[in-house]
């Protein structure tokens, strides 16, 4: 089955800019979507279409998306934006997801 | 305002069937695709499948295809994912997640519905 490979976890001091990669194949291909997830809470979709912020989330959050590694970044990361990021895009017509980041804000 | 509402949590037992279920408002039923999502406890998310409320077409990952049933009543807006003989490792959050066109974003998500299957 297809796989999108995403670091582990991510550290970042407050203020700085946090960088999480997430590579597969596909993504030469495929729309890239990004999702925040913090603990006891659902995911929520922070980029879509490699770029595009929906209405509400932050302009700190970027995406993009070159050869097969797509990228979300946080600029000025904050410490409410501590939590676990996933990566997601389409095979035909099944959803994939990365393995998941845990970004840490400290 | 457009939500998905999910069931409670339930406890059950190995063997048992069970139906959870993910109710629609704010917007046309029929225009959104319905995802399930697994979570186990301390891990990723896993996409299980989808269907379209339209027509009740549905797909599903290999992972999960023919351990779960996706279905969808357009009368009452509500989508259900639906296992005939749970297992242990059934223990999991599962959420619904929507879509406005096929392979489009997951932008609508429920709050998620606990199941634990313990003997």
């Known amino acids: 089955s297809y796989e999108l490979t995403q670091p582990p976890s991510v550290s970042v001091s407050p203020g700085q800019t946090a960088t999480i990669t997430c590579s597969g194949d596909?993504?030469?291909?495929?729309?890239a979507s990004w999702f925040q997830q913090k603990p006891g809470q659902p995911p929520i979709l922070v980029i879509y279409?490699?770029?595009k912020r929906p209405s509400g989330i932050p302009e700190r959050f970027s995406g993009s998306n070159s050869g097969n590694t797509a990228t979300l970044t946080i600029s000025g990361t904050q410490t409410m934006d501590e939590a676990d990021y996933y990566c997601?895009?389409?095979?035909?017509?099944?959803?994939?997801f990365g393995g998941g980041t845990k970004l840490t804000v400290l | 305002e457009v939500q998905l509402v999910q069931s409670g949590a339930e406890v059950k037992k190995p063997g048992e069937s069970l139906r959870i279920s993910c109710k629609a408002s704010?917007?046309?039923?029929?225009?959104?695709?319905i995802n399930w999502v697994r979570q186990m406890p301390g891990k990723g998310l896993e996409w299980m499948g989808r269907?379209?409320?339209?027509?009740?077409?549905?797909n599903y990952s290999p992972s999960f295809q023919g351990h779960v049933t996706i279905s969808a009543d357009k009368s009452i807006t509500t989508a259900y994912l639906h296992w005939s003989s749970l297992k242990a490792s059934d223990t999991a959050m599962y959420y619904c997640?929507?879509?406005?066109?096929?392979?489009?974003?997951?932008?609508?998500w429920g709050q998620g519905t606990m199941v634990t299957v313990s003997s």
């Open positions: 997640a929507s879509q406005l066109i096929n392979r489009g974003p997951l932008d609508i």
């Open positions: 704010g917007y046309s039923f029929t225009s959104r695709w």
């Open positions: 269907i379209d409320p339209s027509d009740s077409y549905s």
């Open positions: 596909k993504l030469r291909d495929e729309f």
């Open positions: 279409q490699d770029t």
């Open positions: 997601q895009v389409w095979d035909s017509s099944t959803a994939v």
